[in-house]
């Protein structure tokens, strides 16, 4: 069941999106704000706090921008379906509540014969002013979707700087952290259903590639920019190992002023986002806030 190549360049949208506190509000407890400490993260999980502002982790922009799903790029295996890598800039602090409107380009099919990877583009636009609130990439893996003969893309060398971390932090999701994080919109059955996970290949349901994603922003936010979300203005990383529910994970990054690069790790050293980046808006948040 391969991709259909002729499908690069098709727009699909812009498809309205709207969203209230409480959608925030959700996906910051999705991506494990106030799990170790309630009192710790009320800026990201609460509304009506004396004295604190709501405010709203960039990577919630990208599940707006996911609402309508994938644009239709033909046949495929849904249980070999999976979301590969994921980057992003935004151009302001995304609204607590709003509506926006989203479209989104075909930018890239790629043939890894016998599976195929594609790349979307997509723009988040608020509805009222006009002004763009992010612009994210999805790279997306289909196993056996391959062989149609096209390009295989280009692989970029990456690698992690040969120095000791400049910051470590170990964390771990709830056992039932993909139950959570589905509400916020993602209700593909892999991190639900034991007997679709089965048919691709998973003992049990794992966890969203973006939960882990989210988790990590959420963290260089907290520890890199002093709680400051809008300090978060790009992020990328490629998702290269399930995670479970539940498991213990370690963030490791690499600082260079208001620019970083970052790995996220199994207790054991394997790899589960590689080729992580991410930039701050201001150089000071990466060299003031301290672990």
């Known amino acids: 069941m391969p991709l259909d190549p002729t499908r690069v360049g098709l727009v699909t ?18 991506v494990g704000a106030g799990q170790d400490d309630p009192l710790a993260e009320l800026a990201l999980t609460t509304e009506n706090s ?25 046949d495929f295996d849904p249980t070999r379906a999976v979301h590969a890598e994921q980057e992003f800039v935004v151009d302001g602090p995304i609204p607590a509540a709003g509506e926006a409107h989203v479209v989104t380009t075909v930018t890239e099919i790629w043939d890894k014969d016998p599976h195929a990877v594609m790349w979307t583009e997509s723009e ?18 289909f196993g056996g ?25 170990d964390f771990a999701s709830r056992p039932d952290q993909a139950l959570l994080y589905r509400l916020t ?3 593909n059955p892999l991190h639900a259903d034991p007997v ?61 002023g208001e620019e970083g690069v970052f790995r996220v790790l199994t207790p054991a050293g394997d790899v589960v986002i590689d080729r992580g980046r991410f930039e701050l808006d201001r150089p000071e948040a990466a060299q003031d806030a301290r672990a």
């Not at 062989?147 to 280009?154: A, S």
């Not at 998973?202 to 709680?227: E, K, Q, S």
């Not at 978060?232 to 479970?244: C, I």
């Open 50 to 74: 004396e004295g604190v502002a709501q405010q709203v982790i960039p990577t919630f922009g990208v599940v707006l921008g996911l609402a309508h799903g994938l644009p239709d790029v033909g």
């Open 145 to 169: 979707a391959g062989g149609f003969g096209g390009e295989r893309g280009p692989s970029p060398a990456w690698s992690a700087p040969e120095r000791s971390p400049d910051l470590e932090i």
């Open 13 to 30: 949208g812009p498809h309205p999106v709207t969203w209230t506190d409480k959608d925030s509000l959700l996906y910051a407890l999705a």
């Open 196 to 256: 679709f996970a089965a048919r691709g290949g998973f003992d049990r349901p794992i966890l969203h590639g973006m939960c882990t994603y989210g988790c990590v922003a959420r963290l260089l936010v907290n520890r890199l920019a002093g709680g400051d979300a809008s300090a978060l203005r790009a992020m990328a990383g490629r998702f290269t190992r399930p995670v479970l529910p539940g498991d213990a994970l370690r963030l490791v990054v690499w600082r260079d």
């Open 124 to 141: 988040l636009v608020d509805a009222a002013t006009g002004r763009r609130l992010m612009r994210s990439r999805l790279g997306a893996f």
């Open 185 to 187: 919109g993602d209700r």
